[in-house]
């Protein structure tokens, strides 16, 4: 890997996204708006003191309320900090060493108190609540039935205002790599528009209705890609979870007929539009790969071996045409003691060694839960092995 002289963070990455040389491991962290508050209280302070005094404010109420037994609001608020204004997460993943960071969408359209509970829509018109939990779940689809799908209104992402943090984070980290987010025709869908169950019902009881449907989906989403390019993203990630542990949503063939051309599609605007892409998909991957290359995906994250997927395997087959963004197992890696765990980011360093296109990325979000002490060995391993003294 070390060919060169030093390059910034974005020449990194897009050299490990085209399979070219580069002068250092590239790697990517990616945090839960949780940790990134846990982690700016208890392990590493950000530089800037407004936002740091907020985020260990919001832990402190988080983690002392009980956390997941803490009141809803102490709960929500720290996805605050994922989004324009603060931009705390983003700036604080990049200070921690990230070559790169995902910017998406903003969703957020209306917030209502309800029997004293916080309901939240988004633009596309889900329904959404925060639950038992730390995240929004869908509620009340934005379709119930073919009427409501054949008469739907998408929303409109012509407004430039909906693009400034990727504008704002352009100006601040020229020398950063920036991913803008956006949905592909399954997975957003099928969790928030229709419901798992609904969607694939519909898919096999109105297959025409539903294709125009999806097709007319990745040409509003493309509006959206095309802006976030303009903006100053360099890699265009598109959100897309085809897999449970140890299988897909779909057949292969299913997920061909009714997924694949639309993922292409929105491949191919990225690359007019002079944009690598990176395709974003949790769950078992093993049999969609040959159909990845196809479509001429450049980067495949997250490769979790939670669900079943076989990095040895892969890249050996794989790794001349795809590079895959994995390696840290932040989901398996909570439970391991320290030195397991530091073996498993060395092992995935080595294969990844092996071949050009490889990053060092977390296989999913890093979530407050992980202990401190996996967190400090997590980090001290990523840069011995950038650095070159870490016993490999």
């Given at each position: ?51 740091n ?17 803490s ?18 997460l ?24 309800k ?10 018109g ?6 038992s ?9 934005a ?21 400034e ?23 957003f ?9 609904k969607?694939l ?27 976030s ?5 360099d890699?265009v ?24 051309p ?19 998909s ?20 997250a ?13 050996a ?23 397991e ?16 296109r490889?990053?060092?990325g ?24 950038q ?6």
């Amino acid at each position: 890997m070390n060919t060169k002289s030093a390059m910034t963070s974005r020449e990194r990455i897009l050299a490990a996204g085209r399979g070219l040389p580069v002068d250092r491991l590239p790697v990517f962290y990616w945090l839960n708006p949780h940790a990134c508050c846990r982690m700016i209280a208890e392990y590493q302070p950000l530089g800037k003191w407004g936002v740091n005094a907020l985020a260990s404010f919001l832990w402190r109420r988080f983690h002392n309320g009980g956390e997941l037994k803490s009141h809803e609001y102490w709960r929500a608020l720290p996805l605050l900090l994922d989004g324009y204004p603060f931009n705390a997460l983003t700036e604080y993943t990049f200070q921690l060493g990230s070559d790169m960071v995902f910017i998406g969408h903003n969703l957020l359209q209306s917030v209502r108190l309800k029997k004293g509970h916080l309901i939240i829509t988004d633009v596309y018109g889900v329904v959404r609540s925060l639950g038992s939990g730390i995240y929004v779940d869908m509620i009340e689809p934005a379709i119930k039935d073919i009427s409501e799908l054949q008469k739907y209104v998408f929303p409109d992402f012509t407004a430039e205002s909906g693009y400034e943090l990727i504008r704002m984070n352009r100006r601040r980290h020229p020398e950063k790599c920036l991913c803008a987010g956006i949905f592909g025709a399954f997975d957003f869908p099928q969790t928030g528009l229709f419901g798992t169950e609904k969607m694939l019902t519909m898919l096999m009881d109105y297959p025409e209705e539903m294709q125009t449907f999806m097709q007319r989906w990745t040409e509003n989403e493309i509006v959206a890609l095309r802006h976030s390019v303009k903006a100053g993203a360099d890699i265009v990630l598109i959100y897309d979870d085809y897999g449970y542990n140890n299988r897909t949503f779909m057949s292969p063939r299913m997920w061909k007929k009714f997924v694949f051309p639309h993922l292409k599609r929105l491949v191919d605007t990225a690359h007019e539009a002079g944009a690598l892409t990176l395709l974003h998909s949790c769950g078992y991957q093993m049999t969609l790969l040959d159909s990845y290359i196809e479509a001429g995906i450049d980067m495949l994250q997250a490769f979790q071996p939670l669900a079943g997927n076989d990095f040895t395997a892969a890249y050996a087959k794989y790794g001349d045409k795809l590079t895959f963004v994995t390696g840290i197992d932040t989901q398996r890696g909570e439970t391991m003691n320290l030195q397991e765990f530091q073996d498993d980011i060395v092992n995935a360093y080595k294969i990844g060694c092996t071949k050009p296109r490889f990053v060092l990325g977390f296989t999913h979000e890093m979530q407050y839960t992980m202990p401190d002490a996996n967190v400090r060995v997590l980090f001290d391993t990523v840069a011995g092995l950038q650095a070159g003294t870490c016993e490999i």
